[in-house]
């Protein structure tokens, strides 16, 4: 009997219903005739699938003793003796106990599978031992159970299992999953819509990338090689020329009218190595194509059009854009062109557009020719062999005198060493001596500048065309060479800048540093002026040598625009490094731009602020402050009126009302002098490590009896906070849950641990607030749908906010299942690496209402 197939249930997150669907799958075969047992499952509890497991033969598992604790496992030995046709196996990166047959329930399953019975499993997303890390970053727990990637990978089905986050938290929020002691926990934690969402994107994805390597696999053994329209696949052919964004984009537009499109940039380079294309258009296309969410390809092909469509094709794609040629008309006589021939092969499966843009035929601009650079050292010994080697050469043949047939070589050969070393010039007056030489002392009549032979007239000038080809051919190979340099060193310097400019990494003195280093120079400064009579100022520099005030004192100057100038000095530098630095003389002006910009927007936002900060604490105080203080001059002028004889149970109740006036301007006061702390900047929290229910009773002190529900675990470890800032942040969050909060529901304080992080959850069961509301809500002097003018100025929230991120926490508003709002103060465990130092900020978002 061969080896029998794997089917996995995989599945986002507990509770998708994998156990449910491997179940209701063997009820459908055993309907249709299949042997079928469970070999092992696990119902956790839930009643759907407890029932499921009725009519279903059930292997008894063994139980092995762990540490005086008995667990069941499943019995493997059972199960083959069975040889059941179909068996199921739950939970497939469990890790059995110590002591059991194999180490992993996988390993159990691999032994099923090669006795050849077919085996059913479910696995979690998060179990794959790939995706630990990226599991870790999203929930911030690694898993302790794995399975290896190969294991799954080779299974012969895979079924995705899927449910939406909403769902699965409304099942967790009725009991279906956890035990309900367990669930409120478990909503705040892993379950939560995030983390559920960003592994559900995980587990569609791995499935959609096993189903292409499928495909592909199938396409290759069956020799498939049509294209087939499973998937948008948009081929975009770049030159690096200027119309490529408007190719991206355009591709980018197909590729969204369908599900699931793809785009992928190629740029063919031809297999010399030479091109026109610009590095820095080459940079900016591929950057913009991957933040569009495609991919950028490199291939080198000198049949253009065939190695675009080769590619294509490999691709599986579906459609190539590509752009109007630029060539001028008369340049057609050459050939169609790479758009009019892809068109002509692609043939009927492969759809190609022609996309119009501004650079049609306006010409492609082609690579200028630079001057060898050999070195001073070899054009020397080049002009001495082409110079004196020929004299040297005829010297010695006088004595030996060889022949003219050997002459000639000779001579030749030392035209081909002055060509080597020196290059075009020195092999030409290698070439012109050596032929009058041969001719004066080796070409009858001797002695004489005259030919007898007419045959050795048609030697010597084959000679000459030879030494000349020769030359011509060294001084190209190195014209080439130093074009390829040169070219190459433009590439990454403008790479460096594209990259710099599309990150935001450089500040000017950066830049200008580059500037100075890169060209060898002493010093580089940015200079403006206001106006053309206006004295010229200094932006930005970098070096100390021979700083200047005006471009006309700099060795080199660009100007950049009307009124700014980079200027250098150090020495003269070449018209051909003047390209460069003209790109570099513009990335300076657009980050003294941006930085100009940034700083007046920073002080429009700040002043904005400020003034709304203003005009709210000004109507603060004329309304919510003027209430209490009216309240408590009320009580105080009747008590001192002589016209009314007050009872003591009177007298009782103003002095009450004037005391709850007074805590009510004390709390009111308390909010905004922290506002505004927090506003400027001003808080300093003092760090220390401490237990969270040393600090979390303390703010409750204030709450009525009963209101209030602590959870917070001893086992939790100590948390790096500012207890009189904690304690702040808590009393604003409990007071603002029990004001919202129904009679008799007491709000619930609970406390976990996460990594290396605590969390402190305020639950209430109030009216809750919507998500698009939540940003809102702490916002300095906003109170939530119709809350009544006396219920406080809108400053609890913010200042809990500012508070929890000066200790380096957060505090995040979520719903609670089934109803109300959690307030998840998030704070960083003790031993735990902090972040970089910085100021605390104001806890003034920058979202306004519109």
């Not at 002591?99 to 696995?123: M, P, Y």
């Not at 604490?617 to 004329?622: N, R, T």
């Amino acid at each position: 009997m061969g080896r029998g197939t794997l089917r996995i249930h995989l599945g986002a997150a507990p509770g998708v219903g994998k156990t449910y669907a491997m179940l209701a799958e063997a009820h459908r075969r055993i309907g249709r005739g299949t042997d079928c047992v469970v070999a092992f499952a696990e119902p956790h509890g839930r009643p759907r699938t407890e029932a499921l497991l009725d009519g279903l033969e059930r292997i008894p598992p063994a139980h092995l003793e762990h540490r005086g604790e008995v667990r069941p496992e499943m019995d493997v030995d059972a199960v083959l003796a069975r040889r059941p046709r179909v068996a199921l196996v739950d939970e497939l990166a469990h890790t059995n106990v110590p002591g059991s047959r194999n180490a992993k329930r996988w390993q159990d399953v691999e032994e099923l599978l090669a006795a050849g019975i077919d085996v059913h499993s479910t696995l979690n997303i998060q179990h794959l031992e790939s995706l630990g890390d990226v599991v870790e970053s999203i929930t911030g727990v690694r898993p302790a159970e794995t399975v290896p990637d190969e294991v799954v990978r080779r299974a012969e089905q895979i079924e995705l299992v899927d449910m939406t986050p909403e769902a699965l938290r409304r099942r967790m929020a009725h009991g279906n999953i956890y035990q309900p002691d367990k669930v409120d926990a478990a909503l705040s934690n892993y379950f939560r819509p995030g983390n559920l969402t960003a592994l559900r994107e995980l587990a569609l994805l791995w499935v959609a990338d096993r189903v292409d390597e499928h495909l592909q696999r199938y396409r290759s053994e069956h020799d498939v090689s049509a294209i087939w329209g499973s998937r948008e696949r948009i081929v975009v052919g770049l030159t690096g020329g200027p119309e490529g964004r408007t190719l991206i984009r355009r591709a980018v537009r197909l590729a969204e009218k369908g599900a699931g499109g793809e785009v992928l940039a190629v740029y063919i380079a031809r297999g010399d190595g030479l091109t026109a294309a610009s590095p820095s258009e080459l940079a900016e296309q591929r950057t913009l194509v991957e933040n569009l969410g495609g991919t950028f390809h490199h291939v080198v092909g000198d049949d253009i059009p065939g190695a675009l469509l080769a590619f294509a094709r490999g691709a599986n794609a579906t459609q190539i854009v590509l752009g109007s040629s630029r060539r001028k008309a008369w340049q057609y006589v050459f050939g169609p062109g790479v758009g009019a021939t892809v068109a002509r092969e692609s043939g009927p499966d492969l759809d190609v557009h022609i996309v119009t843009h501004e650079a049609i035929a306006q010409g492609r601009g082609l690579p200028v020719a630079r001057g060898a650079r050999l070195g001073r050292s070899r054009v020397v010994w080049g002009w001495t062999v082409g110079v004196a080697g020929p004299a040297l050469l005829a010297l010695l043949l006088s004595a030996v005198n060889p022949g003219l047939a050997n002459d000639m070589l000779l001579f030749l050969v030392l035209t081909v060493a002055a060509a080597l070393l020196g290059g075009l010039w020195p092999a030409l007056a290698s070439a012109a001596s050596g032929s009058l030489l041969l001719n004066y002392f080796y070409t009858p009549p001797l002695h004489r500048w005259t030919v007898a032979d007419p045959k050795n007239i048609g030697a010597i000038v084959i000679f000459v065309a030879v030494g000349v080809a020769v030359a011509s051919v060294v001084d190209l190979a190195a014209r080439r060479t130093h074009q390829a340099a040169r070219l190459r060193a433009e590439a990454e310097i403008l790479s460096y800048l594209a990259g710099n400019v599309l990150r935001g990494e450089t500040g000017l003195e950066d830049l200008l540093e580059r500037v100075r280093e890169t060209f060898g120079m002493e010093s580089a400064a940015l200079l403006e002026r206001a106006g053309d009579l206006e004295p010229w100022t200094c932006a930005g520099r970098a070096g100390t040598d021979r700083p200047v005030d005006r471009p006309e004192d700099a060795d080199v100057d660009v100007p950049v625009g009307d009124h700014m100038a980079l200027a250098l000095t150090g020495r003269v530098l070449p018209a051909e490094d003047r390209r460069v630095l003209g790109a570099f003389a513009a990335q300076a002006a657009v980050v003294l731009d941006h930085r100009r910009l940034r700083e007046e927007a920073d002080r429009a936002r700040a002043l904005a602020e400020g003034n709304r900060i203003r005009t709210a604490l000004l109507a603060a105080v004329s309304h919510d402050l003027r209430t209490p203080l009216a309240g408590i001059k009320a009580s105080v002028s009747s008590l001192r009126s002589p016209d009314v004889v007050w009872s003591p149970e009177d007298r009782a109740e103003l002095l009450e009302s004037i005391e709850d006036g007074a805590d009510r301007l004390d709390h009111l006061v308390g909010n905004l002098l922290d506002m505004s702390r927090l506003h400027t900047g001003t808080v300093t929290p003092l760090i220390r490590e401490i237990d969270l229910d040393e600090v979390v009773p303390m703010a409750l002190g204030g709450v009525p009896e009963g209101e209030v529900a602590l959870d917070i675990p001893e086992t939790l470890p100590m948390v790096a906070v500012d207890p009189g800032l904690l304690e702040r942040t808590m009393a604003n969050l409990v007071e603002n849950a029990v004001k919202y909060s129904p009679a008799g529901t007491p709000v619930l304080v609970a406390a976990s641990a996460l990594g290396d992080r605590v969390e402190v959850r305020v639950v209430d069961r109030g009216p809750g607030v919507p998500d698009e509301a939540k940003a809102r809500i702490f916002e300095p002097f906003q109170r939530y749908g119709d809350a009544p003018r006396g219920a406080g100025v809108g400053l609890g929230l913010p200042v809990a906010r500012g508070f929890a991120e000066a200790m380096g926490g957060t505090l995040e508003a979520e719903d609670t299942p089934g109803g109300g709002l959690t307030m998840t103060v998030t704070l960083r465990a003790a031993g735990a690496v902090p972040e970089p130092a910085r100021p605390a900020e104001p806890a003034v978002p920058e979202r306004q209402f519109p």
